[in-house]
């Protein structure tokens, strides 16, 4: 009988988050694998922000700001979703 050996799981568990802050508010709005693809989803939704700022102000809405971080996949929500690029959907922030 041979033993068996553990294979070490490395980062399967340890993904990269794009964080939407809006005041004390924090949501994950998405995840990915690379930090690197991290980056540019955080870039794009801040060029996105950027683009309809004036109208979130005018039209009294919080303007989201976005961070990278670290996080495990076992840290989110279990009814967890992808959080729209201004950081709410139907009037509200998610």
Same mark, same amino acid.
């Given at each position: 009988?041979?033993? #068996?050996?553990?294979?070490?799981? @490395?980062?399967?568990?340890? $993904? $990269?988050? &794009?964080?939407? %802050? &809006? @005041? +004390?508010? !924090? /949501? &994950?709005?998405?995840?990915?694998?690379?930090? =690197?693809? *991290? #980056?540019?989803? /955080?870039? $794009?939704? =801040?060029?996105?922000?950027? =683009?309809?700022?004036?109208? #979130?102000? /005018?039209?009294?809405?919080?303007?989201? !700001?976005?961070? &990278? %971080?670290?996080?495990? /996949?076992?840290? #989110?929500?279990?009814? $967890? +979703?992808?959080?729209? *690029?201004? @950081?709410?959907?139907? @009037?509200?922030?998610?």
């Amino acid at each position: 009988m041979r033993d #068996l050996a553990a294979v070490p799981r @490395g980062d399967e568990d340890s $993904w $990269w988050a &794009v964080v939407a %802050t &809006v @005041g +004390r508010a !924090h /949501r &994950v709005a998405e995840i990915y694998r690379s930090r =690197a693809a *991290a #980056l540019e989803d /955080r870039a $794009w939704r =801040a060029q996105q922000v950027r =683009a309809y700022e004036d109208f #979130l102000r /005018r039209s009294q809405r919080p303007v989201p !700001h976005y961070s &990278v %971080t670290p996080i495990r /996949r076992s840290d #989110l929500p279990r009814k $967890w +979703r992808p959080l729209p *690029a201004l @950081g709410f959907l139907r @009037g509200e922030f998610i």
